[in-house]
T-cell receptor
Framework: QKEVEQNSGPLSVPEGAIASLNCTYSDRGSQSFFWYRQYSGKSPELIMFIYSNGDKEDGRFTAQLNKASQYVSLLIRDSQPSDSATYLCAVNFWNSGNTPLVFGKGTRLSVIA | EAGVTQFPSHSVIEKGQTVTLRCDPISGHDNLYWYRRVMGKEIKFLLHFVKESKQDESGMPNNRFLAERTGGTYSTLKVQPAELEDSGVYFC????????????FGPGTRLTVL
């Protein structure tokens, strides 16, 4: 059974702080890893993906991947109240490209002004 | 570029009735996925089309669910007859052929079966 685990939160951080969101997954053979942001009642919005060990930065967002530890994280620098949302971790477990994603339940982030 | 669209946004039906959900993927995306999120659970895969062909339907819960993608453009997902446990949010996602398979999601259809 391929699984993705996330702490459901809520994770509360003050405005301007760094928010750290974590995700673990069950299979070492996993191919690629995605972070989606979902506002209440809206569609999941792809914000980053990563496939190599290490860090990948895009604006205020940094994704970190450690395949040996089966761990992927998302850091949000200078958190803003508009970042308050549920963050979904998704994993492409298979070695071929166009296969389904397996999602975690999501972590609810609340940025306090 | 227009995003993935879904219709209707909400549907409330009674147990035993039929409902058809529609998804229009991003133009040029050959891969189309259906997912579902039931209350309190994670988003789960239902099936995957490549153009008009079903690539993987391992997530379909039972034969009350029928998906089609005639002509390789939009897709429909029919539930017949609907049961209470079918309630949830049905998402559609699409992607190009790519190594890393970035999938873009529609807004979802919230289905309530009474």
């Amino acid at each position: 059974q391929k699984e993705v685990e996330q702490n459901s939160g809520p994770l509360s951080v003050p405005e301007g702080a760094i928010a750290s969101l974590n995700c673990t997954y069950s299979d070492r053979g996993s191919q690629s890893f995605f972070w989606y942001r979902q506002y209440s009642g809206k569609s999941p919005e792809l914000i980053m993906f990563i496939y190599s060990n290490g860090d990948k930065e895009d604006g205020r967002f940094t994704a970190q991947l450690n395949k040996a530890s089966q761990y992927v994280s998302l850091l949000i620098r200078d958190s803003q109240p508009s970042d308050s949302a549920t963050y979904l971790c998704a994993v492409n477990f298979w070695n071929s490209g166009n296969t389904p994603l397996v999602f975690g339940k999501g972590t609810r982030l609340s940025v306090i002004a | 570029e227009a995003g993935v669209t879904q219709f209707p946004s909400h549907s409330v039906i009674e147990k035993g009735q039929t409902v058809t959900l529609r998804c229009d993927p991003i133009s040029g995306h050959d891969n189309l996925y259906w997912y579902r999120r039931v209350m309190g659970k994670e988003i789960k895969f239902l099936l995957h089309f490549v153009k008009e062909s079903k690539q993987d339907e391992s997530g379909m819960p039972n034969n009350r669910f029928l998906a089609e993608r005639t002509g390789g453009t939009y897709s429909t997902l029919k539930v017949q007859p609907a049961e209470l446990e079918d309630s949830g949010v049905y998402f559609c996602a699409s992607s190009r052929d790519s190594t890393y398979n970035e999938q873009f999601f529609g807004p979802g259809t919230r289905l309530t079966v009474l």
